[in-house]
């Protein structure tokens, strides 16, 4: 079935520094949906980006990530990380078979020191 | 604007316990989940709904029950609490089964079993 990868449990980064946490995913379907999710400290996980389409930047709240069919990857980036961006973020993948139905990674805890 | 309510915020079971735990949407969304959340596992699917009436069980289903009387409501009722169980289970809803729709979160109940 249907798999994503978020390889890092814990990112600790000093402020300002660029951010860059990976997942990766395993899927039959050639046309996957990519999420990321971003949870802060006792908040509910809330949209932060999304994509289907390859070799497409994808940009939100100073976050960006882009759709590698040929490596099955979907990296969220940040330039400059600050403070405000220390939470646990969740790559996750749809597809059309499977009911809107999306396969979580791990998740990876983002921690951004002063 | 709409709201997903959980209910309760905290539970505290015993050993051996039937208990349920309620969830409550106002956006008119067709498709309803549970989800399990656990550090370093990420967020596993235990049972969704398509719509009212209808169950479908996640991969993580055994040892729960899901009940979707109507369309704005989706229960979760663990059938037998384990012993120093401590989780978050966490309510989403989605407009459809697009495999592009967008989770709307609640935020959670928070099991601890004695």
């Known amino acids: 079935g249907d798999s994503v990868t978020q390889t890092e449990g814990l990112v600790t980064l000093t402020e300002g520094l660029p951010v860059m946490l990976n997942c990766t995913y395993q899927?039959?379907?050639?046309?996957?949906?990519l999420f990321w999710y971003v949870q802060h400290l006792n908040e509910s996980p809330r949209l932060l980006l999304k994509s289907f389409t390859d070799n497409k930047r994808t940009e939100h709240q100073g976050f960006h990530a882009t759709l590698h069919k040929s490596s099955s990857s979907f990296h969220l980036q940040k330039s400059s990380a600050q403070l405000s961006d220390s939470a646990l973020y969740y790559c996750a993948l749809s597809d059309r078979y499977n009911q809107g139905k999306l396969i979580f990674g791990q998740g990876t805890k983002l921690s951004i020191k002063p | 604007g709409g709201i997903i309510t959980q209910t309760p915020k905290f539970l505290i079971g015993q050993e051996g316990q039937k208990l349920t735990l309620k969830c409550q949407q106002n956006f008119n969304h067709d498709t309803m989940y549970w989800y399990r959340q656990d550090s370093g596992k990420g967020l596993r699917l235990i049972y969704y709904?398509?719509?009212?009436?209808?169950?479908q069980k996640g991969d993580l289903s055994e040892g729960y029950d899901a009940s979707r009387e109507k369309k704005s409501s989706f229960s979760l009722t663990v059938t037998s609490a384990q012993k120093n169980e401590m989780a978050v289970f966490l309510c989403?809803?989605?407009?459809?089964?697009?495999?592009?729709?967008?989770?709307?979160f609640g935020s959670g109940t928070r099991l601890l079993v004695i």
């Open positions: 899927t039959i379907y050639s046309n996957p949906f």
């Open positions: 709904s398509i719509t009212e009436n209808d169950l």
């Open positions: 989403a809803s989605s407009k459809g089964q697009a495999s592009n729709s967008d989770y709307t």
